[in-house]
């Protein structure tokens, strides 16, 4: 118990001193977790906003894919990246393994499912109560879909913060496209791992804290947004009133 005591303790001073190692971590998660939510973003919204309002054979089977993929597990993706990357791969002539960009990629490729999906949905139920309204205007169907991502764009943005805390908590990916090289592809789910097979618990302590500190102010910041949205909302509501 006072194994456990002394670590959190221990812990405790490396967060509030400002450790350089520590923040250095944490920096890099940061780091690749933004641009890989950035990059997916791109994609997920052009993608989900599409899927929304396309019909064509097969468009049932796509969404089912896509909904599939929403549980597809990091390792899986890790170890496609890990292929495209390596020196066999189709990719491998550009050196990316081990590199914050394949980490990056990794990223980019798990929260890609997740943007598209809540994207579609999102654009599915906004033209459900505007869309005639675009479509009066002129609007085609792509342009409705990307008008709408526009006006709910508080919802969007929820969606990049879901996404930025499904890749910074990730650990399976990272670790085998990035090797968990000390000072260049460590990042805090991967060193919480490392500093634990090791028993240096105290590092592993403040990473975890670390964490969940990040989570803990996503989630406040998706309810400050679901909260600004909904009296938003109830303003418009007494207006028309």
């Known amino acids: 118990m006072s194994t456990v005591t002394d670590s959190a303790q221990l812990a405790a001073q490396l967060v509030w001193q400002g450790d350089a190692e520590l923040w250095r971590i944490v920096g890099l998660s940061v780091r690749v977790s933004l641009m890989a939510c950035a990059l997916g973003a791109v994609l997920g919204l052009a993608l989900g906003a599409w899927l929304a309002v396309a019909r064509f054979p097969g468009w049932r089977g796509v969404i089912w894919v896509l909904n599939t993929l929403l549980a597809l597990p990091s390792v899986v993706v890790g170890l496609l990246v890990y292929l495209l990357l390596s020196r066999a791969g189709p990719l491998g002539a550009y050196g990316l393994l081990f590199t914050p960009t394949a980490m990056v990629f990794a990223q980019a490729v798990l929260v890609l499912p997740l943007i598209a999906a809540l994207t579609r949905r999102l654009v599915q139920d906004a033209l459900a109560e505007g869309g005639d309204q675009l479509r009066s205007l002129g609007a085609g169907p792509y342009a409705a879909a990307l008008l709408m991502l526009l006006h709910e764009r508080r919802a969007v943005l929820t969606i990049g913060l879901t996404a930025f805390g499904r890749a910074v908590s990730e650990v399976g990916a990272v670790m085998i496209v990035g090797g968990n090289i000390d000072g ?32 803990a102010v996503l989630n406040l910041a998706v309810a400050a947004l679901h909260g600004a949205a909904q009296a938003a909302g109830q303003r418009r509501e007494a207006g028309m009133a």
Request: aromatic letters at 0%.
């Open 184 to 215: 260049v592809t460590r990042v805090m789910t991967t060193a919480i791992a490392l500093e634990t097979s090791k028993g240096d618990l105290a590092l592993a302590l403040a990473l975890g804290a670390v964490l969940l500190g990040v989570v």
